[in-house]
């Protein structure tokens, strides 16, 4: 028997396994020439679970759960294809020169020597289940054998043909899924591929930072993108206008959306997948990262019967989900709610969802009309985009309605100053608007490996730190890098808020045309936290660091 395996026995000895029954399993694996793992598995004297744990523990090294935790894209790259199917190892994270690899056999020193050469940076070994290795080095081997195929059809015939690229055992269709599971087990928001001279760039938005996976041979491009097209049903013929469509794709038993937007480019067609998760998003609104004080603030406006709520902030910061779960909050069977939005990124059930259709002439302006004499109690407007959707708003607002939508502003007081731009009488902005919520996503950091120190002062200056209305923490937190967060320091997002009443002073400005600025004050001298303050309280509770508020909020 190899001895390089003593102390793993030793170690599952230690762990609880029947002593007598390794002593039995090692024995065997001596008479049969078995390899020992082989024997622990195969006759169930261990579970898969106890063999990677007992590794871990002979070695004095960490282990790393492939189910839950996913690789760094650029680090499964980084070691050549050659070198993981040999060795069964994986990248699974790199910073500072450093690459974290995962193994099954950490006493593998070969192994560990050639990763060290193929990439020419330290290595530091985790242990990894064989199963979820196995699992892995299939995706790759699938993605890059169906890269390989695809090249070989498009030599052997300049066009593929749309029926080719819907045959669901064609290598196009089998790397499109692999894509787009992948994104979604990345916790992806958007899938871009984007066209260059040379080639085709693949990129993953993950907790809003663009993150390089992959690049596509440049004669492969025209067939993914006429696959992708197929799959949102629309023009594969059609390259020189945009183009919007939705895919509905099974990932492991579960239903994702993704909504598809193609954009000619000066080197051919960018496609961008956003990902519409249903089962990755929380519609609880105690689970959005509003404080106490937001949160009630923002619930008086949205439980009465009858006036506008607004919500504002640049594209993905979270405008959608925050809407979404207001509906939860207000839609029973006694109300009748119809939204009105392009698209309709997630269905809602016992909610009337209305899908814009421009073509038709169903647009925002077209269709309110008609839901307003649908009787309803609560009519969700996608967005506002012109004055002819803001003044039905409004009206709808006035006439016994509650209103909720969204508009593309800065902060909460520019919402006002916008809507009178578009037209609306400043006494009718004043009457009905009620409230505006006015939202960033800010990177959360990971919990694995946040780091507490002390700020200086010349820190909390530079961040505008508000000394008057919050308590200067003893410390705060910053990025560290781990691997349960592939070395950036942050794993998922966190909502920051400002929450503006529209109070009787408030209206009165808008009444008279005021600033922004003006309006701002009043509402910070009424009670008000803005994106700011609100996010460095959350800096200061561990949530986020200050970097990062300071990124993401005015």
Not at 17 to 40: M, T, Y
């Amino acid at each position: 028997m190899d001895q390089t395996f003593r102390p793993l026995l030793e170690a599952l000895k230690q762990i609880g396994v029947d002593p007598v029954a390794i002593d039995a399993a090692a024995d065997e694996a001596q008479k049969s020439g078995r390899s020992v793992r082989a024997v622990l598995i195969n006759d169930n004297v261990v579970t898969e679970e106890q063999l990677t744990a007992a590794a871990a523990r002979a070695f004095g090294i960490n282990t790393v759960d492939l189910v839950s935790f996913v690789p760094d894209p650029a680090a499964l790259k980084r070691i050549p294809l050659p070198v993981v199917l040999r060795h069964r190892v994986l990248g699974l994270s790199m910073a500072n020169g450093e690459i974290i690899v995962g193994v099954t056999d950490p006493g593998d020193v070969v192994a560990l020597d050639d990763v060290r050469a193929a990439t020419g940076m330290t290595v530091r070994p985790v242990v990894v289940a064989r199963s979820e290795v196995r699992r892995i080095i299939e995706r790759l081997q699938r993605e890059s054998s169906d890269l390989g195929e695809m090249e070989s059809e498009l030599d052997e015939s300049n066009s593929m043909t749309a029926q080719a690229t819907s045959a669901d055992d064609a290598p196009i269709v089998r790397y499109v899924n692999s894509l787009i599971e992948q994104a979604v087990q990345n916790r992806a928001s958007d899938l871009h591929l984007e066209p260059t001279e040379d080639d085709m760039r693949v990129r993953y938005r993950i907790d809003g930072v663009l993150h390089e996976v992959d690049i596509i041979p440049r004669g492969v491009m025209n067939a993914l993108i006429s696959r992708i097209k197929i799959m949102s049903g629309v023009d594969i013929t059609e390259r020189r206008v945009p183009q919007n469509g939705r895919i509905t794709a099974m990932i492991r038993d579960r239903t994702v959306d993704l909504r598809t937007a193609t954009l000619p480019t000066v080197w051919g067609e960018k496609i961008v997948l956003r990902v519409l998760d249903t089962g990755g998003i929380d519609l609880d609104m105690n689970k959005l990262g509003f404080t106490s004080q937001n949160l009630e603030r923002f619930a008086e406006s949205f439980t009465k019967p009858h006036g506008m709520v607004l919500v504002t902030g640049p594209t993905g910061s979270g405008k959608s989900t925050t809407l979404y779960a207001t509906l939860g909050q207000i839609s029973k069977p006694e109300v009748n709610v119809i939204t009105v939005e392009d698209p309709v990124e997630y269905r809602l059930h016992g909610v009337n969802q209305v899908q814009v259709n421009a073509k038709a002439g169903l647009t925002f302006a077209a269709v309110l009309p008609a839901i307003l004499r649908s009787d309803p109690d609560v009519v969700l407007i996608g967005e506002i985009r012109d004055g002819d959707t803001a003044q039905i708003a409004v009206e709808a607002s006035l006439t016994g309605h509650l209103v909720l939508s969204t508009l593309h502003t800065n902060d909460a007081p520019g919402a006002i100053t916008r809507l009178t731009e578009m037209g609306i009488e400043p006494f009718l902005v004043g009457s009905s608007l009620d409230a505006v919520l006015a939202q960033r996503l800010a990177r959360r950091l990971c919990d694995w490996c946040k780091e507490a120190y002390v700020p200086t002062e010349e820190e909390l200056i530079g961040a505008k730190w508000p000394e008057e209305d919050l308590t200067v923490p003893q410390w705060v937190y910053r990025p560290v890098g781990c691997r349960n967060c592939a070395n950036t320091g942050y794993r998922g997002r966190v909502a920051i808020h400002e929450v503006m009443t529209v109070s009787p002073e408030i209206e009165s400005l808008t009444i008279r045309r005021a600033s922004s600025n003006e309006i701002r004050e009043v509402a910070i001298e009424q009670g008000m936290y803005d994106l700011r303050a609100d996010g460095l309280a959350k800096a200061a509770g561990g949530l986020t660091s200050i970097r990062e508020i300071s990124r993401v909020a005015i």
